[in-house]
């Protein structure tokens, strides 16, 4: 995950430069439609897992949404490496806070039994861990 904001909105507030200043900032947060549950953002500070739910009025449950609106300068988003990756190289987006790395959000695979799993399951499984396994490195 990264925390990015469009050139035109940080020209328009000030840049965030600890997580206390997320707190006067617009937040673009992302719900998930299932548990209706806002999507908390965390940070590692000083080694530990730091979680929070910036203030913003917009909340989404899309994430070509989510990404729409911070390119639209609308307010500060935490999003996926690779959904932001080619914002950022175009400088359409711009990191902040990169001294507070993110944590990823956890991937899990749900499959039947091992008794009844079928080798091409197996497979796309591996593969799907080495390829999480790959994108982390």
């Known amino acids: 995950m990264i925390t990015c904001a469009a050139p035109s909105y940080l020209q328009r507030h000030e840049r965030p430069e600890t997580l206390a200043d997320l707190d006067k900032h617009q937040a ?3 719900f998930s439609d299932h548990s209706r549950d806002v999507m908390e ?3 590692i500070e000083d080694g530990s ?3 929070l739910r910036p203030a ?4 989404v449950d899309n994430s070509d949404i989510l990404l729409s609106c911070a390119l639209a300068g609308l307010g500060i988003i935490q999003a996926t490496c690779d959904a932001v990756a080619p914002h950022i190289a175009s400088g359409a987006l711009e990191v902040i806070l990169p001294q507070y790395p993110s944590v ?3 991937v899990s695979v749900m499959y039947p039994d091992r008794r009844y799993l079928s080798p091409k399951v197996r497979v796309f499984i591996d593969w799907f ?4 396994a790959t994108q982390i490195q």
């Open 28 to 30: 673009i947060n992302f």
């Open 41 to 43: 953002w965390k940070f």
């Open 49 to 51: 897992i730091v979680s």
């Open 56 to 59: 913003g009025s917009l909340l």
């Open 104 to 106: 990823s959000k956890p």
């Open 129 to 132: 861990s080495d390829l999480l």
